[in-house]
């Protein structure tokens, strides 16, 4: 018995004296996605910024695995959905950006993805809300009863509430008035109504939220937990990228559509951008609860695989910027917390994961035969046994030539052209400080190198922020 997939006895055979009786099937498990749009580590348990309100994630984290060393495989929505789906980094699929979509790249259609993977498994699949990315039909072609966007990034004033003239969801303060004129608020209304219906099958739900994506809107009382005069703005250095190369600088800046520092600074926005994303998070972080407490008032709370995790992350000032789309820890590194049964509570891991791992555990989790076409590894090891040896490192791409290694301890960037960063969070946390250059690390610093991939497919699809970020950084850079 003891070699059995953890978590799970598909089989189970009593015995009378000599004789088998027919076997037993247990029920399948089952799972239960939540996806966070633009989520940071701005989370109590995670500490990112001293005055986040969520209670409701750190219960999940208490009662599971949290994730403290997790990343994104691309730092911004589209492509880090599709890798994750897929079980492919965007180095293999060419999906580096905003658009095309998988459909649209001959190595990642070739996958089947985890909806589709868990219907043919015979289980019941549902999903509203953000899961993959938005626009198109994309979720309404991958999730078998898709229950619809709920008004995604909506409402939307009549005219913007900041003073930023720039791209429409661009935009945060006080808005609508109430909590269930909010698209999340009704993507948690449907969880709980499906949690509450009985189904011969097992289930697969996925839950998307959209906030904190911008535009930043929630209604006043969120706004009332951090008032304006007691905002912390997030811990930060001058000089910070000076020690950072123009290609470096170039890919987090040219062509993106977020307000530039000096804006943000000039116009006195920062306290308010601050207070915009906390009051979205503590908003969406009631929304989670609900669920959770729909789902231990069900018929699935013992048997069900929790997963919430974010797409990817996002700065708040942090390297003088405020936006996704870097390769620094601010933009790549995401909450993941795992926990059902057989896992055990309360624990945090810090082994480099990536959300491109959760597919891979999910079928193990579920004693489901493992795909060879996936990238990702199960963490069912991890899960296991938090310590236990994880001889993997955790990478995220923007754009093929520009990516981020992640270890236990570190971060290798290496740009197109050749320029590089290497950070030592021991003494680093907020990598301040990058010592590409100092012998003491040359050994670290050819171990991270090496997991760079020597090819990478071409960038697939054309036009969005990131293909415009990418040609203009590599437009200059040859000048």
Not at 292 to 303: C, I, R, T, V, W
Request: include cysteine; proline fraction near 8%.
């Amino acid at each position: 018995m003891k070699n059995l997939p953890f978590a799970l006895n598909i089989l189970i055979f009593i015995f009378a004296g000599t004789t088998c009786t027919t076997p037993i099937e247990k029920p399948k498990p089952n799972v239960l996605l939540i996806a966070v749009d633009d989520l940071n580590d701005w989370i109590a348990c995670l500490g990112g910024h001293p005055q986040a309100k969520t209670p409701n994630i750190d219960r999940l984290a208490a009662n599971g695995v949290l994730f403290t060393n997790a990343h994104c495989q691309a730092p911004v929505c589209n492509p880090s959905r599709a890798s994750m789906m897929a079980s492919l980094y965007p180095s293999t699929s060419g999906i580096y950006f905003l658009n095309p979509d998988i459909k649209d790249s001959p190595i990642a259609k070739r996958n089947t993805l985890m909806p589709q993977r868990f219907q043919d498994e015979g289980y019941h699949v549902s999903g509203a809300g953000k899961l993959f990315h938005n626009g198109h039909g994309i979720n309404e072609r991958y999730i078998p009863n898709y229950a619809g966007q709920m008004g995604g990034f909506g409402p939307m004033p009549n005219e913007k509430i900041s003073p930023y003239p720039g791209h429409p969801l661009w935009d945060w303060g006080v808005f609508p008035e109430r909590d269930d004129q909010m698209p999340d608020y009704k993507v948690a209304q449907w969880a709980v109504e499906r949690l509450s219906e009985h189904r011969d099958s097992a289930i697969w739900m996925g839950v998307g939220f959209y906030r904190p994506h911008v535009p930043q809107f929630a209604p006043q009382k969120w706004f009332d937990m951090y008032p304006i005069d007691s905002i912390q703005l997030p811990v930060h250095i001058k000089n910070d990228l000076d020690d950072i190369s123009q290609y470096g600088k170039d890919i987090t800046r040219l062509e993106h559509v977020h307000p530039p520092w000096e804006w943000v600074i000039e116009n006195d926005q920062w306290k308010p951008l601050v207070q915009s994303y906390l009051a979205c998070v503590s908003f969406v972080d009631e929304q989670i609860g609900k669920v959770y407490k729909a789902l231990e008032n069900s018929e699935y709370a013992a048997n069900t695989f929790v997963v919430l995790y974010s797409d990817h992350g996002f700065h708040q000032g942090e390297k003088g910027r405020f936006a996704k789309r870097s390769l620094w820890e601010d933009g790549a590194r995401v909450p993941m917390i795992i926990f059902g049964p057989g896992i055990p509570k309360g624990v945090r891991c810090n082994k480099p994961v990536q959300l491109l791992d959760i597919y891979p555990t999910l079928l193990d989790l579920c004693g489901l035969e493992a795909d060879s076409l996936h990238e990702g590894n199960s963490l069912v090891p991890l899960l296991k046994e938090a310590e236990s040896g994880w001889p993997y490192y955790a990478r995220t791409s923007f754009g093929p030539g520009n990516y981020a290694i992640v270890s236990e301890g570190f971060r290798f960037i290496q740009y197109n052209g050749g320029s590089e960063e290497f950070y030592d969070h021991a003494n680093d946390p907020h990598e301040w400080y990058n010592v590409v250059d100092n012998p003491k690390y040359a050994n670290l610093i050819e171990e991270h190198r090496a997991q760079i991939p020597q090819k990478h497919h071409p960038i697939l699809g054309e036009k969005s922020t990131g293909h415009l970020s990418f040609a203009a950084t590599e437009a200059k850079q040859k000048k």
